[in-house]
Structure formats: structure tokens, C-alpha cells
């Protein structure tokens, strides 16, 4: 059974930082990881979507990498601002069957000014 | 577009009330899911249908029913409504398997019940 943790579970920074937020898995043998953000008392948004095949995804500040060997993806934040707060959650379905991803518990970002 | 959409947004029951949550997608997509989410327990999937007239377990289907008469629908019920219900359901949705497709999510239902 795939399992996904996403370290740390909050994160408080001053405006301006560079954030990197990690999410690790259980089950290499996977489709795709998606990133999502979640604002509160809202649904999530897809931000970034990295296929099996590819190492890295970028938008705008955020770049996403994928090692599917070391089952592991990391989210980086450049040049954060305080409308970056918000959970950043991550999903990962195994391959095979149907599409059915499992959800990290996601990091709780908050940025000041 | 307008995506994913739910109904209602909140809603208050009493215990032993029946519910329908109601969600729906015009994107074509083939999969729908239904999630919980609740405090310090992440997402978790209830029901998912794989296509039009299909539904199967997830993770926490108890006391939860589902159908998808209609591709763009996807329907949650609650029989019998429980305090452990109080939840806010999520309702998603994605175009086929494959590695290139993003899942979407709708808005989100808040349930209290008292």
C-alpha cells in the first residue's frame, strides 16, 4: 500500500525566502506526483503535475522534482510571498489498475511580511 | 468551464437525517471520487466510479452510498447521518488513467452533524 509523507508539517518564514517542502513515497512504481495547494476553507488547485518519465516540473516560482528511485519529490518556492500561504499537498498514484492516488497530510505554509 | 461544482456548500443535519451531495464536472472526464477530509486525517477517498454507471469502495465507504447514473454526476448519500459524518467533503475529478492527465477538485461541502 502506498504511503506518502510530506515533512515538514508547518513551515513560518519572512517574506522573501526560499522554501523547499519535501514529500516522500512508499511505492516507487508510480504514474505521475501531482502538487496541489489548498487555501483554507477552499478545494485544492493543481499546481504542478511531474509524469514518471520526467525529472522536474516549473511554474512560474515553483519548480517540482521527481526521483522515483528514492521515492522522493521535493517542492521549491523561490523568492516566497505572503500570498504563498496556504497546505501544499501532494498525491501519488501507483501505476496499474485504476487512477487512485494517495494524499499526503500536506505542509502548512505560512509566510509574513 | 466551470470545472468541478458541488451542492449544497454547508449544511447542517441532525443525526438519523438523510442527505445527497451532489457533484458535477463538464469536462468529460471519466473518474470521479469523493473525499473526507478532516483534521490531522488528511484526504481520504470514500467512493470513486471509473465510468458512467460504475462505482467502487475507497478507503472509508461506511455508512456512505454513491451512483453515477449520468458521466457528468457523481452522487454521495448519507442514510442515516452520523456526529462522525461531520466532515468537509470534496468531490474530484479526471479525465482517464495515464500519466499526463491532473486531477481536478470541486469547492468542497462543509456537513455538521448534530
Known amino acids: 500500500k502506498q504511503e506518502v509523507t510530506q515533512i515538514p508539517a508547518a513551515l513560518s518564514v519572512p517574506e522573501g525566502e526560499n522554501l523547499v517542502l519535501n514529500c516522500s513515497f512508499t511505492?516507487?512504481?508510480?504514474?505521475?506526483l501531482q502538487w496541489f495547494r489548498q487555501d483554507p476553507g477552499k478545494g485544492l488547485t493543481s499546481l504542478l503535475l511531474?509524469?514518471?518519465?520526467?525529472r522536474e516540473q516549473t511554474s512560474g516560482r515553483l519548480n517540482a522534482s521527481l526521483d522515483k528511485s528514492s521515492g522522493r519529490s521535493t517542492l521549491y518556492i523561490a523568492a516566497s510571498q505572503p500570498g504563498d500561504s496556504a497546505t501544499y499537498l501532494c498525491a501519488v498514484p501507483s501505476s496499474g489498475g485504476s487512477y487512485i492516488p494517495t494524499f499526503g497530510r500536506g505542509t502548512s505554509l505560512i509566510v509574513h511580511p | 468551464n466551470a470545472g468541478v461544482t458541488q451542492t449544497p456548500k454547508f449544511r447542517v443535519l441532525k443525526t438519523g437525517q438523510s442527505m445527497t451531495l451532489l457533484c458535477a464536472q463538464d469536462m468529460n472526464h471519466e473518474y470521479m471520487y469523493w473525499y473526507r477530509q478532516d483534521p490531522g486525517m488528511g484526504l481520504r477517498l470514500i467512493h470513486y466510479?471509473?465510468?458512467?454507471?460504475?462505482?467502487a469502495k475507497g478507503e472509508v465507504p461506511d455508512g456512505y452510498n454513491v451512483s453515477r447514473l449520468k458521466k457528468q454526476n457523481f452522487l454521495l448519500g448519507l442514510e442515516s447521518a452520523a456526529p462522525s459524518q461531520t466532515s468537509v467533503y470534496f468531490c474530484?475529478?479526471?479525465?482517464?488513467?495515464?500519466?499526463?492527465?491532473?486531477?481536478?477538485f470541486g469547492p468542497g461541502t462543509r456537513l455538521t452533524v448534530t
Open positions: 511531474i509524469q514518471s518519465s520526467q
Open positions: 511505492d516507487s512504481a508510480i504514474y505521475n
Open positions: 466510479s471509473v465510468g458512467e454507471g460504475t462505482t
Open positions: 474530484a475529478s479526471r479525465p482517464l488513467a495515464g500519466a499526463n492527465y491532473e486531477q481536478y
